[in-house]
């Protein structure tokens, strides 16, 4: 089972340039999410989606875009990099119930230098 | 002000000892309560969660938490750790939709052979 893919895996960028983290999950969640995980903060969400055409922002969502055209495939644009989004970024998805089990990509590590 | 705590940023454990890591939370109601498990490079892992019911839960890989109302807590134990215990450990609370799960800033698990 494939589950949530995210890529690519590492990326280096240069400040200003902008690129696209591509999510996408095989099990017909209808919620998806983006986090960011910087070293003792924990987990910060930064937009999520409740369905396709739905999406909110989270906690830090500021430089950051996303869309959702369909259930499955959930991208995060970073629109003009900066070296404070260096980070390593997370993709879940869920189930709609609340305390449903959140299941996450392997990551996709970003250096913005 | 909602909010969880890990108390612990690292432990050391030597291998075939117990282990407790511990989560305090803030929650105005009775919250759902989370453990996943981050391997190195890995994206995260659900261990075990408490939604009601029975205060102490058991999840995959010898892991159990119990759940204490009147500490606001909900530590993860287990018995005897193996070397591929070695990880990060983060909690997380929420009682509404997963997009808003709280998480805590994770304890890191390190295993002496």
């Known amino acids: 089972n494939a589950g949530v893919t995210q890529t690519p895996k590492f990326q280096v960028l240069k400040t200003g340039q902008s690129m696209t983290l591509q999510c996408a999950q095989d099990?017909?969640?209808?919620?998806m999410s983006w986090y960011r995980q910087d070293p003792g903060m924990g987990l910060r969400l930064i937009h999520y989606?409740?369905?396709?055409?739905?999406?909110d922002q989270g906690e830090v969502p500021n430089g950051y875009n996303v869309s959702r055209s369909t259930t499955e495939d959930f991208p995060l644009r970073l629109l003009s990099a900066a070296p404070s989004q260096t980070s390593v970024y997370f993709c879940a998805s869920s189930p709609a119930d609340p305390g449903n089990t959140i299941y996450f990509g392997e990551g996709s590590w970003l250096t913005v230098v | 002000a909602q909010s969880v705590t890990q108390p612990d940023i690292h432990i050391t454990v030597s291998e075939g000892a117990s282990l407790e890591l511990r989560c305090n939370y803030s929650?105005?109601?009775?919250?759902?309560l989370f453990w996943y498990v981050q391997s190195p490079g890995q994206g995260l892992q659900l261990l075990l969660k408490y939604f009601s019911g029975d205060t102490l839960v058991q999840g995959i890989k010898g892991f159990e938490a119990e759940f204490k109302r009147s500490q606001s807590s909900f530590n993860l134990r287990k018995p005897s750790v193996h070397w591929s215990d070695a990880a990060e450990y983060f909690c997380?609370?929420?009682?509404?939709?997963?997009?808003?799960?709280?998480w805590g800033a994770g304890t890191k698990l390190i295993i002496k052979p």
């Open positions: 929650y105005g109601a009775t919250p759902y």
């Open positions: 997380a609370v929420g009682g509404g939709s997963n997009y808003q799960l709280i």
């Open positions: 099990m017909n969640h209808e919620y």
């Open positions: 989606s409740v369905g396709a055409g739905i999406t």
